[in-house]
């Protein structure tokens, strides 16, 4: 099997899309593997809520004070684990579940060190499960600081869900590119086209058509007669940011073919 596309609910792998059995052109060094994780779960179904709701409060109001930060742990100097101290408290670590981008970008221009390039959730930086202090923080990435945030849990029974290493923290940059999509050239060049399957065979072949295109019957007569309907438009993209974007492979690693001609 070769270029195997799932889209995640299929029962057996026969389900999924790809080219045919025994069509491929692939190496012994490109066979596909995974590892699997079983999870022995039981439910009482009594007693499990259909929608479970999670309280969020603001740490300035739960404190009424700024919190203060620090990164520790870091081979430079921007960048480490995430360590916070409140008053006259020891300084704790913050858990990693669901830390992002949005939060990073607000500690590392607490700490003075610019933007947030990486956001990391693991014990990479050091750092110990039973020391965190705060767990389920979101920031919308526009805060100041760390105390205009939200929270789950905070203090001594704090719950941090995920495995025992799922710890905070960043990765800063002083520069950084910012791309940001021309939304007018989008709305003025917007517009729908209906195309044959005999000219989308490079976008099926990315996977870039609905899922339905890929239920039709190729054996049909007419098959590559049948027609789409595509939302087409130009795109510009423009760098708001304050350094180049350099993409995350260099140009001589890019792969090639006749559908990006």
């Known amino acids: 099997m070769d270029n195997l596309y799932c889209e ?30 079983s999870k022995n779960v039981t439910r009482l179904e009594s007693f499990v809520a259909k929608k479970s709701v999670v309280v969020r409060s603001a740490l300035k109001v739960e404190k009424d004070k700024n919190i203060e930060v620090r990164l520790v742990g870091g081979r430079y100097p921007n960048e480490g684990r995430v360590e916070v101290k409140v008053g006259k408290s020891d300084w704790g670590l913050v858990c990693g579940d669901g830390w992002s981008l949005l939060e990073a970008n607000v500690i590392c221009q607490q700490v003075g060190k610019g933007y947030g390039q990486a956001a990391v959730q693991s014990s990479y930086f050091g750092g110990h499960h039973k020391n965190i202090s705060i ?17 789950v849990s905070f203090g001594d029974n704090v719950t941090c869900p995920g495995p025992e290493d799922n710890i905070a923290g960043v990765i800063c940059a002083t520069e950084l590119p910012d791309l940001v999509p021309d939304e007018i050239e989008i709305e003025r060049s917007a517009y729908l086209e209906d195309r044959q399957l005999l000219f989308l065979q490079c976008a099926m072949e990315e996977n870039c058509l609905a899922s339905e295109a890929y239920k ?6 007419g098959y590559l007669y049948e027609q789409r309907r595509l939302l087409r438009f130009t795109a510009r993209i423009g760098n708001v940011g304050t350094t180049d974007f350099r993409p995350f492979l260099p140009k001589n690693a890019w792969q090639w073919h006749m559908c990006h001609l």
């Open 8 to 37: 995640g609910h299929e029962k057996r792998l026969q389900d999924c899309r790809f080219d045919g059995w025994g069509i491929h052109d692939c190496s012994a060094s490109e066979a596909a593997g995974v590892t699997c994780e």
């Open 135 to 151: 767990s389920g923080i979101k920031c919308t990435g526009r805060e100041s600081n760390l105390s205009s945030c939200s929270y």
């Open 216 to 221: 039709l019957d190729k054996n049909d007569y």
